[in-house]
């Protein structure tokens, strides 16, 4: 279904009006901004009055949202002038087939870009335009910019028309608040939820297309790349991360990434023998998504022999969650045609639990079908055909961790050594996933004190923030200060007397529609 007030092209309705703002009224505009930033013989210093830093601030936010309505205001036109030019070219008997060809390259040399980016930018501005009404809402507001916009129109980019819509629909609200890996997450977990077997198609479509390039890079440098399947690209870069931390402790001068880049060669080159360490995939789901359609953890589809004494699995079992068992799922069961002629009811937690999204640390939502795999291939020791001794040799230590039912937000983990050990820093980073400033969406590297503990702040769970080491280093600058609630939200305030709030995300879709960003999440001075 089209949301009302759209077009598509080659409609047989009038073309529409003129903008209101011409060129020339923009141009004024970037002319008059270019006087701001200047000083205008005003020197800087530590007894300037602070409320002129705070209203540059100001005027920095009321720019960005500026950028962001322009661009938005930049699609509508690319869609209108793909309209008008589709009509003309129909009324001067231009083929079907063969009309607004020319207006991908129009609008890269309007833009300053190079054809292909105009052709992906005319791309985004109908689906914005014409599908994704509350996306495009957003930018127009100037709430969301360009970027984010694209997040959300490529991880939809499989769905029917009307499952975007729906996806547009359900993450309106949540837009402003989230980061680029955010936004991507969950409009990804979402479209994975809403019709999991084109998402699996597509997994197994790209899977046939994995590939390693090389490119160069500056200062006599190159780039080794890899396009991999989300298991083994993740298994790659943590064994790569665990053997570099195990050097660095023991000393070695070299930094984290000279030590993975090193170690990456040897592993590739033979240069040294390699050692392949043991390899965590941690995954969160819930039970329903754990044991798959027509299970539960009291009655498991097929039966579970359990761990064999001489694997991972053989540590002595603890009180955990019910999905602590260890039966094995069902395969997924295909999903089921949809109606021709009847619109389709879009699927919801409570119809379809078993296909809740997991997540996967250290990359993000995955189908429970596919965190369904890994489970049953890591309890069967399930290796590729060809491996080689060393291969066969490493381990995967699969961990099942556990969200609260409603929030989704991470609260507890199993303990058996298979799935994960007690250690605080590792919680933190399971729960928060990336740094929690704002927006920042950088892996986390530092386990910080939110209140510090020079000020009485616990070094407890309800205390703690996974932070990156930027963020970490700008918290502890002059004028910076931060407090942990009692709900888990962080509150950071700047030097110029604005706050931030941010909260641990939610790891499932169901959690975050029933805990959804609090309405003040920024404070002005």
Same mark, same amino acid.
């Given at each position: 279904m089209i949301p009302t007030g759209h077009r598509t092209p080659d409609a047989a309705d009038p073309a529409p009006v003129a903008p209101p703002v011409t060129a020339h009224d923009v141009r004024v505009l970037v002319a008059g901004l270019a006087v701001l930033g200047h000083s205008s013989g005003v020197e800087a210093s530590a007894s300037r009055d602070i409320r002129a830093d705070v209203a540059a601030l100001d005027v920095m936010a009321a720019l960005e949202a500026l950028k962001s309505a322009a661009c938005a205001a930049q699609a509508r036109l690319a869609v209108h002038v793909d309209l008008v030019r589709r009509q003309h070219e129909a009324a001067m008997g231009v083929p079907t087939d063969k009309r607004g060809r020319g207006v991908a390259g129009e609008i890269a040399l309007a833009r300053r870009e190079s054809p292909h980016r105009g052709s992906r930018l005319l791309g985004l501005a109908k689906a914005l335009v014409n599908e994704m009404?509350?996306?495009?809402?957003?930018?127009?507001?100037?709430?969301?910019?360009?970027w984010r916009a694209t997040l959300m129109v490529r991880e939809t980019a499989v769905l029917e028309r009307q499952d975007r819509a729906a996806v547009d629909t359900e993450l309106a609200d949540e837009l402003p608040t989230l980061s680029d890996r955010q936004v991507a997450a969950r409009a990804r977990a979402i479209a994975y939820r809403i019709d999991p077997s084109s998402a699996l198609k597509r997994g197994r479509h790209a899977t046939s297309e994995r590939y390693v390039a090389i490119r160069p890079a500056p200062d006599t440098m190159a780039i080794v790349s890899a396009y991999l399947p989300v298991r083994d690209g993740v298994a790659c870069y943590a064994a790569l991360r665990r053997h570099a931390e195990t050097l660095k402790a023991g000393g070695a001068e070299r930094s984290l990434s000279q030590l993975m880049a090193d170690i990456f060669i040897e592993r590739l080159t033979g240069r040294t023998p390699a050692v392949g360490p043991d390899i965590e995939i941690a995954l969160i789901m819930t039970d329903q998504a754990l044991f798959g359609a027509g299970e539960s953890p009291t009655n498991p589809a097929t039966e579970s022999t359990g761990p064999t004494p001489d694997s991972p699995a053989s540590a002595p079992p603890t009180s955990t969650p019910?999905?602590?068992?260890?039966?094995?799922?069902?395969p997924p069961q295909p999903a089921p045609p949809k109606p021709s002629s009847e619109p389709a009811i879009r699927p919801t937690i409570a119809d379809a639990p078993e296909q809740e999204p997991a997540s996967l640390v250290g990359y993000g939502p995955i189908p429970a079908a596919l965190a369904r795999e890994f489970i049953r291939s890591a309890e069967d020791g399930d290796r590729a055909a060809g491996a080689t001794a060393a291969a066969r040799a490493a381990k995967i230590w699969i961990r099942r961790l556990y969200a609260d039912p409603v929030t989704g937000v991470l609260t507890r983990m199993d303990t058996q050594r298979r799935l994960f050990s007690?250690?605080?820093?590792?919680?933190?980073? %399971?729960?928060?996933? %990336?740094?929690?400033t704002p927006w920042c969406g950088t892996p986390i590297r530092h386990a910080d004190h939110a209140t510090p503990h020079a000020n009485g702040g616990p070094t407890s769970i309800d205390n703690g923030q996974g932070l990156c080491e930027r963020c970490n280093h700008t918290k502890e600058a002059p004028g910076w200060t931060a407090r942990a609630d009692t709900d888990r939200t962080v509150s950071t305030t700047t030097p110029s007397g604005a706050t931030y709030r941010s909260r641990p995300p939610a790891l499932t879709p169901s959690g975050a529609r029933a805990e959804s960003a609090p309405a003040d999440w920024r404070d002005s001075a």
């Open positions: 009404p509350h996306t495009m809402a957003a930018m127009t507001r100037g709430e969301l910019n360009e019910p999905a602590s068992a260890h039966p094995k799922p069902a007690p250690a605080q820093r590792r919680f933190l980073v %399971y729960r928060d996933q %990336y740094c929690r």
